[in-house]
């Protein structure tokens, strides 16, 4: 079983900053792609940002280019996401997801609270 666990989530003034941060248990993180995805209020979940198993490509929603970046470090289990720029509408829980098989992303942490004031 493969248990996600997010943090760094919090309220912020537009234009700042927040960098979340996603545990994953399981020996073999280092074969999971990881994706961060967010869901806000009475809206569907949506992608955000994905990562390959080595880290050397990323990819991107159009509306976070730029201003998002995901990372990861395979030796401490961690995938993280630094968020600048941000915009009320970034507004959203954020969640971490992993990809074990290569074909959907079948693990879940519980989400963590974005809130950008304007």
């Known amino acids: 079983q493969v248990q996600l666990v997010e943090s760094g989530g919090g309220l912020v003034q537009a234009g700042g900053s927040l960098r979340l941060s996603c545990v994953v248990s399981?020996?073999?993180?280092?074969?999971?792609?990881m994706g961060w995805f967010r869901q806000a209020p009475g809206k569907e979940r949506e992608f955000v940002a994905a990562?390959?198993?080595?880290?050397?490509?990323?990819y991107y929603a159009d509306s976070v280019k730029g201003r998002f970046i995901i990372s990861r470090d395979n030796a401490e289990n961690t995938v993280c996401l630094q968020m600048n720029s941000l915009k009320p509408e970034d507004t959203a829980v954020y969640y971490c997801?992993?990809?074990?098989?290569?074909?959907?992303?079948?693990?879940w942490g519980q989400g963590t609270q974005v809130t950008v004031s304007s």
């Open positions: 997801a992993a990809n074990t098989t290569g074909q959907r992303y079948e693990y």
């Open positions: 399981g020996r073999t993180f280092s074969s999971y792609v």
């Open positions: 990562i390959n198993r080595s880290g050397t490509n990323t």
